[in-house]
């Protein structure tokens, strides 16, 4: 296995607590009045920008792509007015942040760092772009998965466990559950979240209670797996080190059970050494490795990198996921993954071709 093909991450270490300083610091000389009218929690979020600049920008140069960092302007961008910020914050922080990295960084990484910079501005110039709604008209369950959403929003668990089970009771398939109302209802609720229409501990409870009802459904699946001819395999399915969103793949798990192979799930936040330890001891035939964060790319690229190091994994097939791969299509290519997939029905398709085949 080589790492990349035409495509390598090269990690670099940005000091975050340095730059956001610096910048925060620039921002209050530049424009004192601002400073003295702002809350201490507005305060605290100019910083908290700060810092995300320096997080995503250190993953687009390390693997070479503005698409981290400018992903997270737009997401800033949405976030800051849902919260009545003044519209030129980030335009005006960006520029003093340019400022802090010409005078911090090496020249090859300050020059594609201000290449970055000036297009996450050229964005910002632009009128702002409305994301739609996950939950899309050509969802074959739009209606329910919205039902759903707003029972969960309303925190009427016992409307939306009804309205779960009403459709296993129709036939309705374990996996189209997880497909057309679980998937996209987290991702609006995300969305949500984002525009300040449901608060931090309301989209915990969302996410929560789905992840209930997933276990509730383990009998269902059971039940779906029967069906299928039992393959003979193992994989691993992880989420990285400080990766807390482990919902996804959880759901990719219960994929790969339904189409008959037998699973080891970690769960979240799961130290490098412990996954290649559990790759290594129950023979794994594969592993799926999750991120949601783009900031957390570098832990995949390090967990890859472990699992070639190693002797007894060190030729097992890897398949990488998550929102950042979406972001950057041959991203799994630069971290050292042999597959990439969008989707639970990708991931389990293309690691089935990569065992069998």
Avoid at 33 to 58: I, T
Avoid at 76 to 81: G, I, N, Y
Avoid at 116 to 131: G, M
Avoid at 180 to 197: C, D, M, N, S, Y
Wanted: net charge negative; charged share 25%; glycine share 4%.
């Amino acid at each position: 296995m080589s790492f990349g093909g035409d495509c390598l991450y090269r990690p670099i270490s940005l000091d975050e607590e340095n730059l956001a300083a610096k910048g925060f610091s620039r921002y209050g000389e530049r424009y004192p009045e601002l400073l003295l009218k702002s809350s201490d929690y507005e305060k605290s979020q100019l910083d908290e920008h700060f810092r995300s600049y320096a997080r995503y920008l250190q993953e687009s140069l390390a693997v070479g792509d503005d698409a981290f960092f400018l992903d997270y302007i737009r997401w800033a961008r949405v976030s800051l007015e849902s919260l009545h910020f003044p519209p030129t914050i980030l335009e005006r922080s960006l520029v003093e942040f340019s400022d802090v990295l010409h005078q911090e960084l090496p020249e090859d990484q300050d020059s594609k760092a201000q290449e970055y910079i000036t297009r996450a501005r050229d964005l910002l110039s632009a009128p702002p772009r409305e994301d739609p709604s996950f939950i899309r008209e050509d969802n074959p369950l739009a209606a329910q998965a919205r039902a759903y959403l707003s029972a969960l929003v309303a925190a009427n668990q016992e409307d939306a466990r009804v309205l779960i089970i009403g459709m296993l009771d129709k036939g309705v398939p374990v996996r189209d559950l997880y497909r057309h109302i679980f998937q996209p209802a987290l991702q609006e609720t995300g969305r949500l979240w984002q525009v300040r229409k449901v608060s931090v501990a309301e989209e915990h409870y969302i996410t929560d209670t789905t992840r209930l009802f997933i276990a509730l459904l383990y009998n269902r699946m059971r039940e779906e797996r029967r069906k299928q001819k039992r393959k003979g395999r193992r994989l691993v399915a992880a989420s990285v080190s400080g990766e807390f969103h482990d919902i996804g793949i959880r759901m990719v798990a219960d994929f790969f059970e339904m189409d008959g192979w037998e699973t080891l799930y970690t769960g979240a936040n799961t130290p490098a050494p412990s996954v290649v330890a559990m790759i290594r001891d129950h023979h794994a035939d594969a592993i799926a490795i999750s991120a949601t964060m783009p900031v957390h790319v570098s832990r995949v690229y390090e967990l890859v990198r472990a699992i070639r190091a190693d002797p007894n994994t060190a030729r097992t097939p890897v398949i990488a996921g998550g929102y950042p791969f979406s972001l950057v299509p041959n991203l799994w290519k630069c971290i050292g993954a042999d597959a990439g997939a969008a989707s639970a029905d990708e991931a389990v398709e293309k690691v089935n071709r990569l065992v069998f085949s």
